[in-house]
């Protein structure tokens, strides 16, 4: 009943505070396009011009948490208003005119109350909860409690009710096994035997007698684990999406929550990235590009399908050229290359020098390790770049990064160009490479250069077969990247001589110095 009482009084107090956000249509526009709004806000459209609609139904838009829309395209003038009750993000569109006319609304559920925020379970006993405070206050934990409800029962197998202990504001709570290893021990609040859970068992989070969250189904025994995404409750770590900002009592949707590493990962452990609004968000889930480099020894990712945040620089036109990624992007550990078949909508136009926040998936496409992602935010532009850096060679520990390599001749260039890019080959005199021209890049379909130059460029690679260790190319980004080597007349000017007589004849001895 408390739960029910309390839920009634959340809506009251939406409806009291909510917002009528207004978007204006008209011929080929939204106005705004991109809106961030709150749970029971809601948005209303009003067209001033030309014959449209607005679609945002699942259909269209299959990661839309709701349908919504007015139907048929309509002309004259006309209003559709929709509340938004349900937090994520929603794309809509135009239909006849879906090419220019999109939009894109962020709907923030309320960050009111403690939940959960990670949940380890490793091997042996290296297993942690985590709880996280998403409000912009400090929240005191001694009226919370978590207990774990093992092996399907519906009694109260271990529990652990919370220090009178404040809490602050965007802060976490990790609560870990007392004999984990010492990384997870070292970041932990406290130990308690309510992390005895190896994946068939129910975790609740409780404040006072009412239920905040739940991990997996009190009463219920899956076997050896429930399913989450492409992991599990045994032998993964589970970190909540960032666009999660409230505790959830249905597991089937709880279930679809959650990022998903690899067994022990405990890097995420002491902070959480989180959209809930207000004072600042700890981010220690931000991942060096550095650390995502590493391959196995048939040059296969030892990241591949990870979910991380990276934050870093874009360093490259985007080779893409159409409505999707292709750019390649760098911090100060390393590069990495930037995918997606899409744009997303609040950043379709990637240039040199934005500072970005990408969150996404590790994947791989011909050796190339790329990321994936699935949102983006973007922190600054005109940002300087990072130095390139001189290489004699390209591998795996030079792709993705912003590099030069000098003293180069072209020994082949197109006679023709057609497709999406051409493979030349260039030389320093004893070893060969690829450079990369890409149909987006304005030295598309120039002249071949003459005589020794310099390249900057990123370093790509494309390998269709195991292993991928070959195949490194580098991609020019326009034609200030080719650099003419400038021949310099020397400078000779004598600092020194002597001459010794043998027997009739003379020898001298010059001393010189050149420039340069």
């Known amino acids: ?14 409806s009291a505070a909510a917002t009528n ?19 029971g806000d809601t948005v209303t459209w009003t067209q001033v011009s030309g014959t449209h609609n607005v679609n945002g139904s699942t259909t269209t838009f299959s990661s839309n948490p709701v349908s919504f829309g007015n139907g048929s395209p309509a002309g004259g003038t006309w209003t559709y208003s929709f509340v938004f009750t349900t937090g994520g993000t929603y794309a809509y569109q135009c239909d006849p005119h879906a090419a220019m006319m999109i939009g894109s609304i962020t709907v923030t559920a309320p960050c ?18 985590e709880i996280y405070n998403p409000t912009n206050a400090p929240i005191n934990l001694s009226t919370y409690s978590v207990k774990a409800y093992n092996n399907g029962g519906t009694t109260v197998s271990n529990s652990l009710t919370l220090p009178n202990k404040t809490l602050a504001a965007h802060d976490v709570y990790v609560i870990a096994n007392p004999t984990a290893v010492a990384g997870i021990l070292g970041t932990s609040d406290t130990t308690s035997t309510v992390t005895y859970f190896n994946g068939d068992d129910a975790i609740v989070l409780f404040k006072g007698t009412d239920t905040l969250d739940i991990i997996g189904k009190v009463g219920f025994d899956p076997g050896t684990n429930w399913t989450v995404g492409t992991g599990a409750t045994s032998e993964y770590t589970l970190v909540r999406k960032a666009a999660i900002n409230q505790g959830q009592l249905n597991w089937t949707v709880g279930a679809t929550e959650w990022d998903v590493y690899p067994q022990n990962t405990a890097t995420y452990l002491g902070g959480h990235t989180s959209n809930c609004g207000g004072g600042s968000v700890a981010t220690p889930g931000l991942r060096p590009i550095g650390t995502l480099r590493g391959v196995d020894a048939n040059g296969v990712a030892d990241s591949l399908n990870a979910v991380v945040a990276i934050t870093g620089v874009v360093t490259s036109i985007d080779f893409d050229g159409n409505t999707g990624y292709g750019f390649y992007f760098q911090d100060a550990t390393g590069g990495i290359s930037a995918f997606r078949s899409a744009d997303l909508p609040n950043y379709t136009s990637p240039l040199r020098g934005d500072s ?3 969150h996404g998936v590790i994947g791989q496409f011909n050796g190339l390790t790329q990321i994936v992602p699935d949102s983006i935010a973007v922190w600054g532009t005109n940002k300087p770049l990072p130095s390139p850096l001189v290489i004699t060679a390209m591998d795996e520990t030079n792709e993705g990064e912003l590099v030069r390599m000098n003293n180069m001749t072209a020994t082949t260039w197109p006679s023709s160009w057609s497709g999406s890019g051409q493979n030349v080959t260039i030389s320093d005199g004893t070893n060969s490479f690829t450079m990369r021209i890409d149909a987006d890049c304005n030295l598309w379909n120039s002249a071949q250069p003459a005589g020794l130059f310099d390249v900057l460029g990123v370093v790509g690679q494309f390998d269709n077969s195991s292993p991928y260790t070959s ?3 580098i991609f020019p980004r326009d034609t200030n990247d080719i650099i003419p080597v400038v021949a310099t007349s020397p400078t000779v000017r004598f600092v020194g001589g002597s001459a010794t007589v043998l027997e009739g004849n003379v020898s001298h001895t010059i001393k010189m110095s050149v420039q340069p």
């Open 112 to 129: 009111t109350d403690l939940f959960f925020s990670e949940y380890l379970e490793g091997s042996s006993n290296n297993k942690a909860l």
């Open 1 to 14: 009943m408390k739960q029910f009482y309390a839920f009634i009084l959340a809506v009251l107090g939406l």
């Open 21 to 39: 956000h207004q978007v204006q249509v008209g011929s080929n526009f939204f106005n705004p396009a991109v809106l961030s709004i709150s749970v």
């Open 356 to 358: 970005l926040y990408i």
């Open 471 to 473: 195949g490194y190319q």
